[in-house]
């Protein structure tokens, strides 16, 4: 069976930083989209990051240099580092892998406040 998990969240002050991981069992990532979403209450889920099997990589404008996805096939893990985190960056974030149909991770809570 697919899984996937979450870990890294937290609460930090504007400015810091996170580091998110997303760890997969039961499927392999090397010919996979892996992506980062989150959502915030009330609000939509959005896509945040997104790396291709060939190292394509798109950002969402509202964290372009400040946030960077990479991926380890080698670990089943993608990552997504947090960097000059803001108040708006708060919501659950989720790892997703599309292969033939999509999976989902539980989801790892990001809040930002002072």
């Known amino acids: 069976q697919v899984q996937l998990v979450e870990s890294g969240g937290g609460f930090v002050q504007p400015g810091g930083s996170l580091r998110l991981s997303c760890a997969a069992s039961?499927?392999?990532?090397?010919?996979?989209?892996l992506a980062w979403y989150r959502q915030a209450p009330a609000k939509q889920r959005e896509l945040v990051a997104a790396i291709s099997s060939g190292g394509r990589i798109n950002y969402a404008d509202s964290v372009k240099g400040r946030f960077t996805i990479s991926r380890d096939n080698a670990k089943n893990t993608v990552y997504l580092q947090m960097n000059s985190l803001k108040p708006e960056d708060t919501a659950v974030y989720y790892c997703?892998?599309?292969?033939?149909?999509?999976?989902w991770g539980q989801g790892t809570q990001v809040t930002v406040s002072s």
């Open positions: 997703a892998a599309q292969s033939t149909r999509a999976y």
């Open positions: 039961g499927i392999s990532f090397s010919v996979n989209v």
